[in-house]
């Protein structure tokens, strides 16, 4: 082992290093920070601002270049263009601080933009803004999860949201048309599901228009199917009861 | 200025004739007669100009105040208009002259010509003003006789005068001769009109006073020699008379006072007959001295008041003309109007505060004072017997206390508990604001806690007196009416500067707060006793709000503070516009910057007391596709060039469309569930412009339709719908037809199953697929449903349809114009299975649950066991009724096709909804904006700044055209409303306030750019060159609502890899 000095170690600056390991060997190129998220969705298309050199390497930092016949055994061929390719798209990297910086503000985002699609004021019955909700999400705190859905994570944050501002999923309306027999026992077991029963008709079959937590539909969905026994009907008249049109003060 | 006693006004408020309404209560010593006078100020910037408009309605007569150095602003042109409109007579104060004396140093002649220059301005405007009427009055008139002297008379010879040579004008204009023009300099208190100096010299100089009056303004000069006035001073090298004898010796003066010559100012000050104080002679500041003479030798407020006392009308003076013009809402002649409502007219003209006399009232603004400074709630000072009261109060709780302490309960102390909470009460009362309606008695007499109709400003006399006994009152009990409501009015003020004063009644022609009319007036109304009154004709706005910005609370949770605060604002202003739009944004409207300003320090302070945020609103986009283009960006013919080979676009295609969808060169998309058992093809095309038109204009009827048809599918009891409905369809059936002619748009009019987004919306759903006929048109034949293999399905395809409409993909905007075909629906591999298991169900009901475990194996490979539990779930609980009904195992065959992708119908919507974003996708696709349509009214010499301003927001000029009789000239532009924010200002700005913009939603236009764009062949790359994201005005606003939404959007990150700054360089 050579004796370290200051001036023989080269650090890497604007390099990422992206590695693979392919026939038990480890493969490595060097790139551009920054740059190989960009290469992946497709935004950057210029290979030679994502590749600081074409060459395979076995160990970046230290300059050893791979050799012919592993890249052959490992990839098939020794274009290293091509190898480089492979490995830009397959390899493993470190995310670089303005990659993750980026994916996560476009995360929050999304995760607002849906929230702010789900839910509305109760006492209005209107939509809240992104912008609002941003700022809502900032003021307690939330963060991020990189590895978890951005629709679950809004429905986390709708929880949330719940305890320190007015807002609510918005409701879905339901028509179920139950047969008579049933519709009295079964609408019992439907009443802790329901939030508010919009109108009711009682001839030979019981009708009902109601508002839903869209949560609870699949509960509901079952329950009508498993006690009527396929006899009562359920109809979605709209996914998002919202108040539509503009409103002027008046 | 002398503070007078209420009890005087209130003597003085019952003489019409001595009531002057133009602020402050002040009272003149006027030869040995008194007046009232009401002064009501307005702030003078252009975005206030509401305000102006609510006082000027109130007022009979105006004093228009100019600056003697900057002359006539643009505002002053407004003001002039304003007055003119609502017809009261204007004086005017030219104020500031010191400064033509001290800061431009003119001499007395200069300055002559300086003001004459500034009066004559003034009459410029009002001459303008005048003319336009006459030409507009004589063209009115044409048109009306056009008709019959055409027929009478053909060869009638035209008639070149415009009438103006006619009508006389002389009364309108500003001259001192008439004595409607002060000077003055407000800051050193004088202010003169000429007859004060016309009376000094005539006494002095032996002229007539009368002369003296007609010459002192004007080219007169003064021969000393021969005693005589001449005219043609400048001829003849002369000083004109009002230099002689009136600037001269302000401007010596001013040149004693400021060089400090104590010789010459005590001889002017003995020669004046004025006595200064010695404090004031002494004082460091000469402007001190010279206010201290000035003030004594010309007092400002007698020269103005006394202006304003004779030569401005009282409210027995009301004009005809204006009364008609108040009582005439828009287009109605005053004839037209019934004749109890004409009868009315005399009530106005009279101005009588008799009993019998029925009172209208106009309220003109609601504005909002604190609780505490109401007269009820103000500290008073304490009489003997209140304090006496209180003494005794307390004594008796002090002796309660020691009750108390010694363990003693009385029931009295909770008569003190009580008392506590009443406190309480009020105290959360003084918080509020409350609404004081700003008023004027136009006829008899308004007491407190009488019972008046508040007219709505629709309301309509003719109407309501037909159905109303006559002689009715609003104290009766009565039908109700549109437009019309009966309140009390609580509380009379005297309005006094910022304090109030309660009041018991108030007589015609008195300006008056009223108490208590906020839940029954918003902005304004018109108040009678009588059910004939007409609402008056609406206020005159000059700026119509349209800077339009978001407002939001800093935090979240004090939305409801926000809503009420703006609801508050609402009333309390009136130019704002206050509205909550569909996305949920909260949206102010206001007329100006400086407008908005003090509307978001009004929510923050008075109104809502939160902190907020204010940004710019959310822009709307739709998206649709277009035919393909024939040229390519440099106007060449697309397919001619070679194609510069473009690494990325191959790559970029594939990306778009995964594996499993098949297109073909036509762009028809094919598709199937997750589940292979329903395969789709859908192909979108764009919808002829006329078309989307047709669709926007008639949602509402498409949604009636829709409701309809939904009725009629569910077997329910027909709601007859009215014969006016259908043939209103019928109509709209016709011209649909009419528009989509040609070979693509064959029977599509019959094939329309559905409309969307929301069922209603702009764009198509053709069903063009064999054996199926349900049409948006069931209304009309009224067959009702048939039987079709498809028919469990059909709603899943619409609501794939709905939700594909909704968002469209290049930024989940709204579609339309579009219109989505749907060829082919292939379910045969469903239906095998479904009839499959329809078989197994009804076997299984029969041998009553044998084979169970069987059906379960003989179920596809595919079918996950989680889902066969619930399979079994349900057979188990259909053995309760062996007889169910084909309905019921319908349904089940349906449940049984759920997998491990869902149920079937769910599956069915997604790929419905994906196939027509796919097919949307093959298109060439454009965003489309919405447009504003501009009107801007600009003089001639600020034209070509409006254009800049234009050219520069993506403006486009429609037409331009000159205002008859004007110099104003009329543009009409449409302007992207995402260019929108702040252009109202920027004009304002660039033309120093001469054009003013009027924006008006109009419709929305196609971005003709393509948002995906890049350069490919040869002539693109050298005008654009490689990367040609400068010139994507479509990329931009895409990438702007991706960006806000959190979508992706294909950005780098960073720019160049090379450029990137090394951090850890010395690690």
New interface residues.
């Given amino acids: 082992m050579s004796i370290f000095t200051p001036t023989n170690q080269i650090?890497l600056?604007?390099v990422a290093v992206v590695r693979t390991r392919r026939a038990g060997k480890r493969f490595e190129i060097a790139c551009?920070?920054?740059?190989v998220?960009?290469w992946r969705?497709?935004?950057?298309?210029?290979i030679d601002?994502?590749l600081q050199t074409n060459t395979v390497f076995v160990n970046v930092s230290k300059g050893q270049v791979a050799k012919k016949e592993d890249l052959v055994k490992a990839f098939g061929t020794d274009d290293q263009t091509e190898i480089c390719k492979i490995i830009l798209t397959k390899g493993e990297l470190q995310v670089s601080d303005?990659?993750r910086h980026?994916q996560l503000e476009?995360?929050?985002?999304?995760?607002?933009?849906i929230v702010?699609e789900k839910c509305?004021?109760p006492?209005?019955k209107?939509?809240?803004?992104?912008?609002?909700?941003e700022?809502?999400m900032k003021?307690i705190h939330y963060s991020v999860k990189p590895n978890k859905s951005t629709k679950q994570q809004a429905l986390e944050v709708i929880r949330q949201?719940k305890e320190?501002?007015?807002i609510e999923r918005a409701h879905m309306r339901l028509r179920f048309i139950l047969p008579a027999k049933e519709g009295k026992k079964l609408k019992e077991k439907l009443k802790p599901l329901i939030k508010v029963i919009e109108s009711e008709d009682f001839d030979e079959q019981l009708e009902i228009v109601c508002l839903i937590d869209p949560g609870c539909f699949r509960e509901i969905d079952e329950l009508i199917?498993?006690e009527t026994?396929?006899?009562g009907?359920l109809e979605v008249l709209s996914l998002k009861d919202?108040?539509?049109?503009?409103?002027?003060?008046? | 200025m002398v503070v007078t006693s209420l009890e005087k006004m209130i003597g003085l408020q019952r003489e019409p004739t001595s009531i002057r309404n133009i602020c402050i209560l002040a009272h003149v010593d006027h030869g040995n007669q008194e007046y009232l006078i009401n002064l009501i100020d307005s702030p003078g910037h252009v975005d206030f100009s509401s305000e102006v408009s609510t006082a000027v309605r109130l007022c009979d007569g105006c004093i228009i105040v100019l600056d003697a150095v900057e002359g006539v602003c643009p505002q002053t042109q407004a003001v002039l208009r304003q007055a003119w409109l609502e017809n009261i007579r204007p004086v005017l104060v030219i104020n500031k002259i010191d400064r033509l004396i001290v800061e431009l140093k003119l001499t007395p002649q200069e300055a002559y010509s300086h003001l004459k220059n500034i009066l004559e301005q003034v009459n410029a405007i009002t001459g303008a003003l005048f003319t336009s009427k006459v030409l507009e009055e004589r063209a009115e008139k044409e048109t009306e006789t056009q008709g019959i002297s055409d027929s009478v008379h053909g060869d009638q010879v035209y008639d070149w005068s415009a009438g103006l040579e006619d009508t006389d004008d002389s009364h309108l204009y500003f001259s001192p001769d008439q004595g409607n023009v002060v000077f003055a300099s407000a800051i050193d208190g004088w202010g003169f009109g000429i007859e004060h100096f016309a009376k000094l010299y005539s006494q002095k100089i032996g002229i007539k006073h009368a002369v003296l009056l007609k010459t002192l303004w004007g080219d007169y000069y003064l021969n000393t020699k021969a005693k005589k006035i001449m005219k043609g001073d400048q001829s003849k090298g002369k000083k004109p008379l009002f230099v002689q004898l009136v600037l001269d010796n302000i401007w010596s003066l001013y040149e004693a006072v400021l060089k400090r010559d104590k010789e010459k100012i005590d001889k002017i000050v003995t020669s004046l007959g004025l006595k200064v104080g010695a404090r004031e002679s002494r004082h460091a500041d000469p402007k001190v001295h010279l206010n201290a003479i000035c003030s004594q030798w010309l007092p400002i407020s007698q020269a103005v008041l006394s202006m304003v006392c004779s030569k401005l009308p009282s409210p027995l003076d009301i004009t005809a003309e204006r009364v008609e013009k108040l009582m005439c809402v828009g287009a109605r002649t005053f004839d037209s109007l019934p004749p109890e409502t004409q009868e009315l007219k005399k009530m106005f003209m009279k101005c009588s505060s008799e009993d019998t006399a029925p009172v209208i009232v106009f309220v003109s603004k609601m504005f909002a004072v604190d609780f505490k400074t109401l007269p009820c709630n103000k500290p008073r000072p304490l009489t003997q017997e209140v304090i006496a009261q209180r003494r005794e109060l307390a004594r008796r709780r002090h002796a309660e206390k020691l009750i108390a302490s010694q363990g003693q309960e009385l029931p009295e102390q909770l008569t003190s508990q009580t008392e506590s909470m009443t406190l309480k009460t009020v105290e959360q009362e003084a918080d509020k604001e409350s609404f004081i309606a700003f008023a004027r008695v136009f006829s008899g007499v308004v007491r407190r806690g009488q019972k008046i109709f508040v007219l709505g400003p629709k309301y309509d006399p003719a109407e309501s007196l037909n159905k109303l006994p006559s002689g009715c009152s609003a104290a009766d009990d009565l039908p109700s009416i549109p437009h019309m409501a009966c309140c009390t009015l609580e509380n009379l003020y005297l309005l006094m500067g910022r304090g109030l004063e309660d009041l018991e009644e108030v007589p015609s022609g008195n300006v008056l707060g009223i108490g208590g009319l906020q839940e029954f007036v918003l902005k304004s109304a018109t108040l009678s006793t009588s059910p004939a009154c007409p609402p008056f004709t609406p206020l005159n706005f000059e700026a119509t709000p349209i800077v339009r910005v978001a407002v939001e609370p800093k935090h979240p949770s004090e939305m409801p503070q926000l809503v009420r605060g703006m609801k508050l604002l609402n009333q309390a202003d009136p130019c704002v516009q206050v509205l909550i739009q569909e996305t949920g944004e909260h949206v102010l409207v206001t007329a100006g910057e400086v407008h908005l300003q003090r509307c978001l320090d009004d929510l923050k302070e008075r109104f809502a007391k939160i902190q907020i945020s204010v940004s710019e609103p959310i822009i709307p986009f739709r998206e649709t596709i277009t035919r393909p283009p024939k040229v390519d960006m440099v106007n060449e013919e697309i397919g001619k060039q070679q194609k510069v080979a473009v690494i990325h676009q191959a790559k970029e295609d594939q990306n778009k469309i995964p594996e499993g969808v098949q297109v073909d060169s036509d762009g028809l998309i094919t598709m199937s569930t997750p589940n292979k058992y329903a395969t789709l093809s859908v192909r979108a095309m764009p919808l002829p412009e006329e078309v989307t038109q047709l669709l926007e204009e008639n949602s509402d009827l498409i949604r009636t339709m829709e409701q309809f048809n939904s009725s009629l599918n569910e077997d329910k009891k027909m709601h007859e719908i009215n014969q006016k409905i259908l043939d209103r369809i019928q109509e709209f059936k016709q011209k649909l037809e009419k528009n989509l002619q040609g070979r693509k748009w064959r029977n599509a009019v019959d094939q329309i199953w559905s409309f969307g987004p929301r069922k209603c919306g702009p764009n198509i759903l053709l069903s063009k697929f064999e054996g199926y006929r349900k049409t948006v048109w069931q209304c009309l034949d009224k067959t009702t449903k048939e039987v079709s293999k498809y028919r469990d399905f059909d709603n899943s395809i619409v609501s794939g349809f709905q939700l594909a409409t909704l968002s469209g993909p290049m930024c989940e905007e709204p579609l339309m114009g579009v219109c989505f075909i749907v060829e082919k629906w292939d379910m045969s591999k469903a239906e095998e299975q479904m009839s499959a298991n329809r078989q197994d169900s009804e076997e299984l009901d029969a041998t009553e649950q044998t084979k169970n475990e069987d059906k379960v194996t003989s179920l596809p490979s595919s079918y996950p066991t989680e889902s066969s539990s619930e399979n079994k779930k349900l057979q188990d609980g259909s053995q309760g009724s062996p007889n169910s009904s084909e309905k019921s195992s319908k349904r089940k065959g349906e449940t049984l096709l759920a997998d491990c992708y869902g149920p079937f119908s769910g599956q069915l919507i997604a790929t419905m909804k994906e196939a027509c974003r796919y097919a949307l996708q093959v298109k060439p696709q454009r965003l489309m904006a919405a447009m504003y349509t501009c009107e801007i009214m600009a003089t001639a010499e600020v034209l070509g700044r409006v254009y800049a301003v234009l050219s520069k927001r993506e403006g486009r000029v429609l037409q331009e055209e000159m205002k008859e009789g004007t110099d104003m000239f009329i543009i009409k532009a449409v302007l992207p409303v995402a260019e929108s924010f702040g252009f109202a200002d920027e004009i304002r700005k660039r033309t120093s306030g001469l054009a003013s913009p009027q924006l008006v939603f109009s419709h929305w236009e196609i971005i003709s750019g393509d948002p995906f764009w890049v350069p490919t062949t040869e002539e693109e790359y050298l005008h654009f060159g490689e990367k040609a994201d400068s010139e994507n005005q479509a990329r931009k606003y895409m990438n702007a609502v991706r960006k806000r939404k959190g979508l992706y959007v294909e950005e780098k990150i960073v720019e160049h890899a090379e450029k990137q700054r090394t951090l850890s360089r010395n690690k």
């Fill in positions: 650090r600056t604007n551009y920070r920054n740059k998220m960009g969705s497709g935004a950057e298309k210029d601002e994502v303005k990659e980026t476009q995360m929050f985002r999304d995760i607002a933009t702010a509305v004021n006492e209005t209107r939509p809240y803004t992104v912008i609002l909700i700022r809502a003021d949201l320190t501002m007015q199917r498993c026994k396929g006899k009907s919202v108040e539509e049109g503009d409103e002027k003060f008046e």
